[in-house]
């Protein structure tokens, strides 16, 4: 018998069989980052279980603490309210990588990725909770100045500082990407090497037992309920969505989508959705957004940058979900 799991935030649906009766799989949830956490894991002997989870589920908090831009007292929130002061702050290893890993993805994207739009952000969700358009010529100005120098490492690596005001960390585009991976990988490490880590519907994956089974997964096809027709066996490799069909806000008679383009300061217009798959969560993550926001011609270019991903992106043209680009994910 088939059993399917529906992930609602990232337009994937999982499906997966016990085909060997001996490997159970147990999932495990909690709420972190604003969203469901989830952790499946495929095991034997459940001893140990209960421990595995809860070190787990603090793992994943902890990164919360040390990477959300809501929690005030986070080493991202006290990094960005030093910014443009010259005061260095110091920051622990997952937030250096995380920085590493966003200002790679900038480079790589021609600045479609950046994770210094955390003041432009914060304008768009004052917008959308008022309801009234931000000043876009702040907009711009913002979108600007975050094109140069933004970040600087003190000289052992082990604080930073922001060199502009409007440079502020947001790393909505690739942490819970990061967080999965981080979460998954810490699993395995310490003796659960069959498991699947859901952060919102970011996921990182190994296979679901040794031999070496894959997951079944299935997209969802945007603004509807159907799911493609082709099942994706996926194993070690982390899936990520991002795009505009479930966050988008009316203004002006205008929607707007929650993803912003950093080069111009806009939240995008267009009902355009990605689905990213790669080696590493971060990197799924990142991409997923850069494809909402980049034209074609820049997405080819940037791939050839990136071996061994799959990216699939959709848009919704007139009232129908059309596949625009289709990279190594569904065979014609």
């Not at 499906?15 to 709420?31: D, M, R």
């Not at 920085?99 to 600045?111: F, H, M, N, P, Y």
Request: net charge neutral; proline share 4%.
């Amino acid at each position: 018998m088939l059993k399917k799991l529906v992930l609602s935030f990232s337009f994937i649906c999982l499906i997966y069989s016990s085909s060997q009766a001996q490997w159970q799989k147990y999932t495990f949830e909690t709420q972190r980052m604003g969203s469901p956490f989830r952790i499946t894991i495929s095991c034997q002997d459940t001893a140990g279980i209960s421990k595995a989870i809860k070190r787990a589920f603090r793992m994943a908090a902890e990164l919360e603490a040390q990477l959300s831009d809501y929690q005030a007292t986070s080493e991202l929130s006290q990094v960005n309210l030093r910014a443009g002061s010259g005061e260095f702050y110091p920051i622990h290893e997952p937030l250096r990588a995380l920085v590493q890993v966003g200002l790679d993805a900038q480079q790589k994207s021609g600045g479609a990725l950046s994770i210094f739009v955390g003041k432009a952000v914060g304008l768009w969700r004052q917008a959308r909770k008022q309801r009234v358009m931000p000043d876009v010529f702040r907009l711009h100005q913002i979108a600007t100045n975050i094109q140069g120098p933004c970040l600087e490492f003190s000289n052992d690596s082990s604080a930073i500082r922001l060199l502009n005001a409007d440079c502020q960390l947001d790393v909505g585009s690739l942490g819970k990407g990061f967080v999965a991976q981080r979460v998954m990988d810490d699993l395995v490490s310490t003796g659960w090497p069959y498991v699947l880590v859901d952060a919102g519907g970011k996921l990182s994956m190994t296979s679901q037992n040794p031999s070496d089974m894959a997951w079944q997964v299935a997209l969802e096809v945007p603004v509807s309920k159907q799911l493609m027709s082709e099942i994706l066996p996926l194993k070690q490799v982390s899936v990520a969505t991002s795009g505009k069909t479930y966050q988008s806000v009316e203004l002006d008679g205008k929607s707007y989508s929650h993803v912003m383009d950093p080069r111009t300061g806009m939240a995008l217009q267009h009902a355009r959705s990605a689905t990213a798959i790669a080696g590493d969560g971060a990197l799924a993550d990142w991409l997923a957004t850069a494809a909402t926001v980049m034209n074609m011609q820049e997405i080819e270019k940037l791939l050839v940058k990136l071996p061994n991903v799959r990216l699939l992106v959709f848009e919704n043209i007139a009232g129908e979900p059309k596949i625009l680009f289709n990279y190594h994910f569904y065979q014609p």
